[in-house]
């Protein structure tokens, strides 16, 4: 159960809501960059920049681009956790979103293969390295302003705010995609997929606006003002100190991000390949699914306030396990309706443990590292989730004959993060001055 909360006064409520609205804003735009690259690479990057005589190979190819963005998030979140330790959050927000914008904003305006060669598969792995980098820059900045503004006892359901990012981005970038693809066949690969990147750069403008209207963290600021918090070396510190707490916030992430992006970003290139579904409908299926997730995060992160992280986040890694294992059989039927259901009951059980993270992995660590801590803690976590998921899947479907072996990935990765949970103390009672 939280602990009672001091009653905040009404500036500092109205500054709360406001702050979980800028970043909520704020990640839905870096999200839909990243998630409108995932829809690329699964459905145009392979010939455009990596052709092949084999379709597979060219389609490996393609999310294996994905995957380096998830690389390069741990580097961001560890760069952007150590300024952000020493001279604040807000900075960090800014930066952030200026670095994921300009990146995606290129990718829209890059050549092909076909015009300027090899050139361009290596111009597209540096733009999306430079995506990976502010990503994982932005998401510690969010998380932290939104938790560490939040009233006591409230903490779950604000820290979702940057969660919602997620899904309102990939309905974004998906109904972006579906505009674009009312083109031509021809004139989709050409332009068509290009439109949604180069508008970015209007999304940007409001995102920069909102975000430098923000108040500094006062956990942080009260931080700042105590002499000798502020660490020379936050990231050091953090793994000499907390390497539990670390391992514990990887292991939180990696499954939910894990079976979260299988269906963002890899049911839409199975689907098309294997399956008999259209680009179209697929599409429609993510959205649908997306706007779901919109309220099973808030639903679960409310739900923690009251009873807790630790019983919240276990209900929801069992559930994990049930899905990964029956999501395929359901998805492959071949029917809209089926793959429907099978992706809102996975983004439902998904939203249990990732609409919460932002609080609990905040409940972790102590504010002259928080940022440090939470950010390598996430950012590995969605390395080894959700960076190598379309992957792994793709690979054990092509090796293993069937998406049998796919489901028994996925289940066994919820089932590592409910015992790394099972294994973590309840924090929603924690003091986050005091920690």
Not at 33 to 61: C, I, K, N, R, T
Not at 74 to 86: K, M, N, Q, S, W
Request: aromatic share 8%; net charge positive; hydrophobic share 55%.
């Amino acid at each position: 159960m939280a602990s009672p909360s001091r009653p905040p006064t009404t500036a500092a409520h109205r500054e709360a809501r406001k702050v979980a609205v800028a970043a909520f804003i704020g990640t839905s735009i870096e999200w839909y960059d990243f998630f409108l690259y995932g829809a690329a690479a699964a459905l145009v990057f392979g010939p455009q920049f990596f052709p092949s005589e084999s379709a597979l190979a060219s389609q490996l190819a393609a999310l294996s681009t994905f995957a380096v963005g998830f690389a390069a998030r741990p580097l961001g979140g560890i760069v952007a956790g150590h300024l952000g330790d020493r001279i604040g959050r807000k900075h960090m927000l800014v930066v952030s979103l200026l670095v994921m914008g300009g990146a995606t904003v290129l990718v829209g305006l890059l050549p092909t293969y076909a015009q300027i060669g090899v050139a361009a598969p290596i111009l597209l792995v540096l733009l999306r390295l430079a995506q990976g980098l502010g990503v994982g820059a932005e998401w510690g900045g969010a998380a932290l302003m939104a938790v560490e503004h939040a009233p006591e006892g409230r903490r779950g359901l604000y820290g979702a705010a940057p969660q919602l990012g997620v899904p309102a981005g990939a309905i974004a970038a998906n109904l972006v995609m579906l505009a674009a693809s009312t083109t031509t066949a021809e004139a989709f690969a050409a332009w068509g997929w290009r439109l949604g990147f180069v508008a970015s750069i209007v999304l940007i403008g409001v995102g920069y606006v909102i975000r430098r209207r923000v108040s500094e963290s006062p956990l942080f600021e009260e931080s700042r003002r105590t002499p000798g918090a502020l660490r020379s070396a936050p990231l050091v510190e953090v793994l000499r100190g907390h390497p539990l707490d670390v391992l514990r916030a990887v292991f939180a992430t990696a499954a939910c991000t894990g079976l979260g992006y299988i269906v963002l970003t890899y049911t839409l290139s199975y689907g098309t390949t294997e399956l008999s579904y259209s680009r179209d409908t697929l599409l429609v299926v993510v959205t649908l699914a997306s706007a779901v997730q919109l309220g099973a995060v808030l639903g679960w992160s409310a739900l923690t306030d009251v009873l807790g992280r630790r019983r919240v986040f276990i209900v929801g890694g069992l559930a994990q396990i049930a899905i990964g294992l029956l999501f395929f059989p359901m998805f492959d039927r071949g029917a809209f309706g089926w793959a429907l259901l099978a992706c809102c009951l996975a983004v439902t059980v998904v939203s249990a443990q990732y609409g919460p993270l932002p609080a609990l992995l905040a409940e972790l660590f102590p504010t002259r590292v928080r940022y440090s801590g939470i950010s390598v803690g996430y950012q590995v976590g969605n390395v080894i989730g959700g960076g190598l998921a379309p992957i792994a899947a793709t690979a054990l479907f092509a090796t293993a004959g069937g998406s049998g072996a796919v489901g028994v990935y996925l289940a066994g990765m919820a089932l590592l993060a409910t015992l790394a949970v099972l294994l973590t103390p309840e924090t929603s009672a924690r003091d986050l001055r005091t920690i």
